[in-house]
């Protein structure tokens, strides 16, 4: 098990829907009262991509959609709401928890969650959309490139990818120094989380910039045609929506 592997099963267990998304308003102490706001980006980012692909693919099927990274459910609710049936996959088994429960919740019946890609493909078949947004950038590079092959590979004829990777988390100087110091230097991380009035133990998230000209040399051999990349602004950081069609 790698160490982000470990991070996203801590993140899981002790506050998962801040480990979705890094505002104090998602912490578990005060979750409840901005759950509405929570979930209402999902089904607007959903909606956003969805328009997407039909602006530049026109129709395609959707029987089955994975969710690469689905943490709590956000994007797979509104993809069951679109598509015949969606695989969430995720390493955290507090993470799949929590989606199992908004799912319900919310009425999004036609889900299954995984572990692990591999499990997804055994259970589902050849997909028509792999999705992730928000989640390969905080996963070690070569591990995060095995997983973009893997799902590419998932793909049905016609099928769509949708993967959402950081190419410059564009931190000012000061910044890139701390976070440098906080991935290497032992003991740092902690530190600093005690500064901060945080658990001793809270793991770090990291930011990777990914290799565009690989991902996209990727996105060819494994059979994606009509590529597309959509920048998406993360606060400081620079990444792309890389969009493909898998040849049929």
């Known amino acids: 098990m ?10 899981g267990a002790s506050d998962p829907y801040f480990g979705v998304e890094t505002n104090r308003k998602f912490r578990r102490d005060s979750f ?26 026109g129709g395609v099927s959707r ?16 993809l069951a709401a ?8 995720d390493i955290s088994p507090g993470m799949i928890t929590e989606a199992k ?19 997804a493909v055994r259970a589902t078949g050849p997909v028509d959309l792999v999705n992730s947004s928000f989640v390969l950038q905080h996963i070690g590079v070569e591990q995060g490139m095995r997983a973009v092959r893997a799902l590419l590979g998932t793909l ?16 000012p100087p000061a910044k890139e120094a701390m976070y440098q110091a906080r991935r290497l230097v032992p003991g740092f991380a902690t530190a600093m989380n005690l500064l901060r009035g ?14 565009q000209a690989r991902l996209l040399r990727l996105y060819r051999k494994c059979g994606l045609a009509e590529i ?3 920048p998406q602004f993360d606060r400081h950081a620079l990444g792309f929506v890389y969009y493909g069609r898998k040849a049929g």
């Open 101 to 119: 429960r908004n799912c319900a919740e919310q009425g999004a019946a036609n889900v299954s969650f995984f572990s692990a890609i591999d499990e």
């Open 198 to 211: 945080r658990p001793m133990a809270e793991p770090m998230m990291q930011m990777n910039n990914y290799p």
């Open 228 to 230: 597309v990349c959509e």
């Open 82 to 89: 679109a598509y015949g049936h969606v695989a969430g996959v």
């Open 2 to 11: 790698t160490g982000t592997d470990d991070a996203w099963k801590a993140w």
């Open 63 to 78: 029987g089955t959609a994975i969710d690469f990274g689905c943490g709590v459910g956000r994007l797979m609710i509104p």
């Open 156 to 171: 049905a004829p016609g099928g769509i990818a949708a993967l959402h990777l950081t190419f410059d988390r564009g931190y």
């Open 32 to 57: 409840a009262l901005n759950k509405d706001e929570f979930f209402r980006f999902g089904q607007a980012h959903i909606a956003d991509r969805l328009r997407f692909i039909e602006r530049v693919y």
